[in-house]
């Protein structure tokens, strides 16, 4: 604003300035001159009063050798006819009157100036004010000397220096001011004349600057609100019109860059620019947003497992777009399942905005099963599964869907309120481009989990292999020792499996070992372990559990499979199954050992004539012994 008004008064202001010196200095030679015509006035009047008195001494000094002394009066008035004076008088001293009497009347000492000319021998000048007349007055003393011819001393019988008298003139100087004004008026006239003069020059000179400012002042309000197309005119061929030309050439430049870079940061992240919106705001925006996505990237890429991505995007989506209501869903491997990971920022495995059937039914979800944004802002009710409570008020939703290797892999569900939604919608370009960069970081970790699984992971049944227990075990003596409980193991294995194999092919032994894991699944909680151990034989650890309840789990086992049937190429089998018992840590306070325990007593078992349980005892132990 401040610049806008400097630029509109430039001109005015350069003009001011000027008229103000020009003004000052005008102000200073009328001064000067008046001061000048005064002293001129003065000096003049003074000179003249001197020539009259030297004129009337002559006379008075002429006429007393001619003897026509009496006459003085009537030369007095004469001399200031001819001269110009207003008036004239002689007074005579005390020293002439002891010598030739007082005079005539008027040439006695009239005022005290006179007297004090006469006493001192001094001239006195001064001006007096008459009414409307400016009068100079001057008292000029005549000193008494031998010189000249004739001398005073001739005549007058006084000492070298004595004051003989005095002549008294007055004369007006209004004709001299006058003169004076009319040529201090002239002056005057002339250096206004030249000053209006400089002044139409100087703003004719100006106006190009101040026409080229405005307009530079105009295209940079217009570029600040994202508006390049502006254009400054030439006006001249000099350095202002050389701004003029640079200033466009810089409009165009950014114009076109700013076109460029907007379209190409509109197109990664999808987003359409809205009419008028402010170019270079709007462009700014993208490419922050594009950096912190970046950031986001980067920080993900560093986390170790999926829960942590997941937990970072519910953050950021808190924290970057003020989102409080949403959730994020993952796809199970097998694309039957889909699981609640966060719920308005919490980590929850519950739906709160969908009919729960989603979670065990995802083909319900309208994103899981078209692997499109579904917009329930611009298209209410498009998806029969969103179901928000009641009791929060109106809601919409848009949900997106996170393509892991082709397939939808996770969904994020965002929710507004009505006063919400439009801020949602412009957001949602960012969003997507924060998205677009999860995605292909969630299925590396994916893949990684994947892998990492199958090879903890036995590939025939689905249960856990022996590298899993190796891996797992320091987590699992951690929790019993933290906990002060007891974790049961068991060892199992299936009664003359070989004869399995031999007879009716390892066809028949996989379906027997499948059906076995399947039983063994089903006996125990989701909280044990069941491991294939290896071959026909299975290790099952029962967490916070021991003695008889151990041991009830083992009989109800070895029941279940004693009574199960597996159809195997026309003719049914049944198997039994042989289980050895130990306590973690009663039997031993090393877990390995105690499952070496657990097999020991699984020897006993197979000793005492299979398909039955044993528990460990003190006893079976010997270093001795080959097991």
């Not at 899993?468 to 193991?489: C, D, G, M, N, P």
């Not at 967490?543 to 009830?552: E, K, N, R, V």
Request: a negative charge; charged letters at 25%; one cysteine or more.
């Amino acid at each position: 604003m401040f610049l806008k008004y400097f630029t509109v008064n430039l001109n005015a202001k350069v003009t001011l300035f000027f008229i103000g010196i020009a003004a000052g200095l005008l102000a200073v030679l009328v001064a000067i001159s008046l001061y000048a015509f005064r002293s001129f006035s003065i000096a003049s009047a003074t000179e003249h009063i001197r020539t009259a008195g030297e004129i009337v001494r002559v006379h008075l000094t002429e006429s007393m050798i001619n003897g026509v002394i009496d006459k003085r009066e009537r030369f007095l008035q004469r001399l200031v006819e001819v001269q110009g004076l207003k008036s004239a008088r002689v007074v005579r001293s005390p020293e002439v009157e002891k010598q030739f009497g007082k005079g005539l009347t008027v040439e006695s000492a009239a005022d005290e100036i006179e007297r004090t000319v006469l006493a001192e021998g001094k001239p006195r000048f001064e001006l007096i004010t008459q009414g409307d007349e400016t009068i100079f007055r001057g008292t000029i003393p005549y000193i008494a000397t031998s010189s000249g011819n004739p001398n005073c001393l001739q005549c007058h019988k006084v000492s070298e220096g004595a004051v003989l008298g005095a002549v008294s003139m007055s004369m007006s100087i209004d004709a001299l001011k006058e003169k004076a004004l009319i040529t201090v008026a002239g002056i005057t006239g002339a250096v206004m004349a030249f000053v209006i003069l400089m002044v139409l020059l100087l703003r004719r000179l100006l106006r190009p600057i101040s026409d080229t400012a405005n307009a530079v002042e105009d295209a940079v309000q217009h570029a600040l609100r994202g508006d390049f197309k502006a254009h400054v005119e030439k006006r001249t061929d000099d350095e202002i019109g050389q701004i003029a030309t640079d200033m466009n050439r810089l409009l165009t430049f950014l114009d076109d860059g700013l076109n460029r870079i907007g379209s190409n940061v509109a197109r990664l992240t999808e987003r359409t620019p809205a009419p008028g919106e402010n170019l270079l705001t709007a462009t700014i925006d993208m490419v922050e947003g594009l950096t912190r996505a970046a950031h986001f990237k980067q920080a993900i890429e560093e986390d170790e497992v999926k829960t942590e991505i997941y937990q970072r995007l519910s953050n950021t989506l808190k924290s970057e777009f003020g989102l409080q209501e949403f959730s994020l869903y993952e796809i199970s491997s097998n694309k039957k399942q889909m699981k609640g990971i966060m719920v308005d920022g919490e980590v929850a495995d519950t739906c709160r905005w969908c009919d729960p059937q989603i979670l065990v039914r995802p083909e319900a979800c309208r994103v899981r099963r078209t692997g499109h944004v579904v917009d329930g802002i611009t298209t209410p009710d498009i998806c029969t599964s969103f179901r928000p409570p009641a009791e929060i008020g109106e809601r919409h939703h848009v949900c997106f869907p996170v393509i892991q290797s082709g397939s939808v892999g996770s969904v994020v569900q965002l929710i507004a309120s009505p006063a919400q939604q439009e801020k949602l919608k412009s957001q949602i370009p960012f969003i997507n481009v924060y998205l677009r960069e999860t995605a292909p970081v969630l299925e590396t970790k994916r893949l990684m989990e994947s892998l990492r699984d199958s090879t903890l992971r036995d590939p025939m049944t689905g249960l856990n292999n022996r590298r899993f227990l190796e891996e797992y075990v320091e987590t699992l003596v951690a929790s019993v020792q933290r906990k002060r409980t007891h974790a049961a193991i068991l060892m199992l294995d299936l009664d003359y499996f070989k004869m399995v194999n031999d007879t009716y092919g390892h066809d028949a032994g996989d379906a027997v070992l499948k059906a076995l894991s399947t039983v063994l699944k089903q006996s125990v909680r989701s909280s044990d372990l069941v491991i294939r151990y290896g071959g026909e034989e299975f290790l099952i650890i029962l967490i916070d559990s021991q003695g008889d309840a151990a041991g009830q789990v083992a009989e109800n086992i070895r029941a279940a499979i004693e009574n199960l049937k597996v159809q195997v190429a026309g003719t049914v089998l049944q198997k039994t199954i042989s289980i050895g018992i130990s306590d973690f840590p009663t039997d031993s306070d090393t877990f390995w050992q105690a499952v070496k325990f657990a097999d020991v007593a699984l020897y006993q078992a197979k000793e005492q004539g299979r398909n039955r349980v044993v528990r460990f005892a003190p006893a079976m132990w010997s270093d001795t012994q080959d097991y």
